[in-house]
DNA sequence: TACCTGACATAAT
DNA sequence: CATTATGCCAGGT
């Protein structure tokens, strides 16, 4: 299983205008106490290019990766470029996953975890 | 091998 | 809500 691959597509299928968090993506990728490694491979750029990074938010909202993108308010700027509301809170910019959240439901899981075998990923 | 680090998460307080 | 403690696990040194 190659985890990394499995970031990637989850990665490219979040839906423009929503956000995903850490362990959320963890979870599709089938290994849901990975939430790190996602992190880890966004942040060395494994996921390719083509991967939306700025829609990963950690489980709070918080934009926890802004500081990995060109200029500091990249990813904010993306994200409100789409339509997702990001606001100032003390712990950093933040989006309210209530309503901007991705809520992936049991078919996208079942499909990703189809796709992986297919892929042999 | 042993220890440290980190774009994390969750339960307890 | 906020703060703290724990658990987690791939990578790097």
Same mark, same amino acid.
């Given at each position: 299983?190659? %985890? ?7 990665? +490219? ?10 362990? +959320? ?11 790190? +490694? ?10 390719? @290019? ?9 489980? =709070? ?7 990995? %993108?060109?200029?500091?308010?990249? +990813?904010?700027?993306?994200? @409100?470029? !789409? ?12 989006? !309210?996953? =209530? ?12 499909? %990703?975890?189809? !796709? %992986? !075998? =297919?892929?042999?990923?």
């Amino acid at each position: 299983m190659d %985890f990394y691959k499995r970031v990637t597509l989850v990665c +490219q299928h979040i839906p423009e205008g929503r956000a995903a968090t850490y362990g +959320q993506i963890a979870l599709l990728c089938g290994k849901p106490r990975n939430a790190r +490694q996602v992190g880890y491979a966004l942040n060395r750029g494994l996921a390719g @290019e083509r991967a939306p990074a700025h829609r990963v938010v950690n489980a =709070k909202g918080i934009l926890s990766g802004a500081a990995a %993108f060109e200029s500091h308010d990249m +990813q904010k700027l993306l994200l @409100e470029q !789409e339509g997702v509301a990001v606001a100032m809170t003390p712990d950093g910019w933040r989006v !309210e996953l =209530k309503r901007f959240g991705w809520d992936h439901t049991l078919e996208d899981a079942l499909w %990703f975890r189809a !796709e %992986f !075998e =297919k892929r042999g990923i």
